[in-house]
């Protein structure tokens, strides 16, 4: 799948942009704050309905505007899908698919599928399980309709029962709606955590491989998913924690808690890795990530890096560039010289300055 073009409106500091993309690598360089992270943005919220770096729809609306429009032609197949989003300040977001708006957001999933990948994500091994739980979720709310489903009932029980906690201390009367609160973050988060399971298993085959050839065949990945209640236990434990509950007011079990452990020849590298076995790590996470999308979908996603090659050495950027030959991709970057220097093929160059972009001759290096 490809997205063809998006033209936006009053999104973030682009008044007004047209923009036609190629089918395969599309750079967007130019200096900072210029709106370079802005078009991958703005491409993520049409294939996901979110922001990647988890902005609120009034933020990413252009200062003193009340609303802002992201369209997009999506190739899929060879069907060509319209994508409107329409994003307003004070209410939810309207969506449409082909012309006809959508209920929920989660209707968009399975349109098209985004990778995105920033400076950020060469964190997630080393900073806390949220970022992690965060990765999975939005990895898992494209591919499975289901689990967003879960997900957001899961997050709406778990508000309610924090909420109640916190209440039942004045209103003890109110007991027994915790007991009714508590089946249904069972019914939920029992299902998310089975769908995290295969989700971290099948991505463990994955990255085994990826992450052997990335690192010269020096070290063995083991990706597992450390859950903080298993299906079973979680009704059991629920109920048996309620008194903590109950005095700290808030829920401390369930899959919110859960996170996913990297094993580097049996190190945990979440705590003992290197700054450079953590950032390899993350990178073919990433690339799993993509293998994994491939494999349930049966086509290949839109990669969108971030300012990522520059945080990269040489090997690991010859290694990312390689392999990304075959799937669109959509790169920013301040210079240039990374990607001439690399004898890297281009095919589509664009500056953006102040909010402006200027499509550059596709230049081609030899390879
Ligand atoms: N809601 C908004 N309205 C108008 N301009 C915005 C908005 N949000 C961010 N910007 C502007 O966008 C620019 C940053 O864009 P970004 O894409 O992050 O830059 P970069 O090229 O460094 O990736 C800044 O100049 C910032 O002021
Ligand atoms: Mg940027």
Redesign the pocket.
């Known amino acids: 799948m490809i997205i063809k073009s998006m033209s936006l409106q009053n999104f973030?500091?682009y008044e007004n942009l047209s923009l036609e993309f190629d089918e395969n690598t599309n750079i967007f360089y130019?200096?900072?704050?210029?709106?370079?992270?802005?078009?991958l943005?703005a491409a993520y919220v049409s294939g996901t309905t979110k922001s990647h770096r988890g902005s609120k729809d009034r933020?990413?609306?252009?200062?003193e505007k009340e609303e802002a429009h992201i369209r997009t032609l999506i190739e899929k197949q060879g069907i060509i899908h319209k994508i409107d989003i329409h994003l307003r300040k004070n209410k939810t977001k309207g969506i449409a698919i082909d012309g006809i708006p959508i209920k929920k957001a989660g209707e968009l999933f399975g349109i098209i599928y985004f990778v995105f990948f920033s400076p950020e994500d060469l964190g997630i091994i080393k900073n806390g399980p949220s970022e992690r739980r965060r990765f999975i979720d939005m990895e898992l709310c494209q591919l499975d309709k289901v689990y967003f489903h879960h997900l957001s009932n899961y997050n709406k029980i778990l508000l309610q029962r924090n909420r109640l906690l916190k209440d039942l201390s004045y209103r003890p009367e109110d007991q027994g709606v915790l007991d009714v609160l508590d089946l249904q973050l069972v019914k939920y988060g029992s299902q998310i955590i089975r769908i995290r399971r295969d989700f971290v298993e099948e991505l463990d085959g994955l990255m085994v491989r990826i992450h052997e050839k990335l690192s010269g065949g020096r070290e063995e990945m083991k990706l597992g998913y450390e859950y903080n209640v298993s299906e079973e236990d979680f009704q059991d434990q629920l109920f048996r924690g309620r008194e903590r509950d109950l005095r700290q007011k808030t829920t401390g079990t369930g899959p919110h808690r859960d996170d996913i452990s990297f094993l580097v020849n049996g190190i945990d590298i979440r705590k003992f890795g290197s700054q450079g076995q953590q950032r390899t790590s993350a990178l073919s996470l990433k690339l799993s990530e993509i293998e994994l999308v491939k494999k349930r979908v049966h086509d290949t996603p839109v990669l969108l890096l971030?300012?990522v090659l520059s945080e990269l050495d040489g090997s690991r950027q010859n290694y990312l560039l390689n392999y990304i030959h075959d799937i669109q991709t959509l790169i920013?970057c301040t210079g240039l010289d990374e990607f001439i220097n690399n004898r890297f093929s281009v095919d589509r160059v664009c500056r953006?300055s102040g909010?402006k972009v200027t499509v550059e001759n596709g230049q081609e290096a030899d390879k």
């Open positions: 973030r500091n130019g200096d900072n704050a210029q709106g370079k992270t802005n078009i943005e933020e990413m609306i252009a200062f971030d300012d920013t953006v909010g």
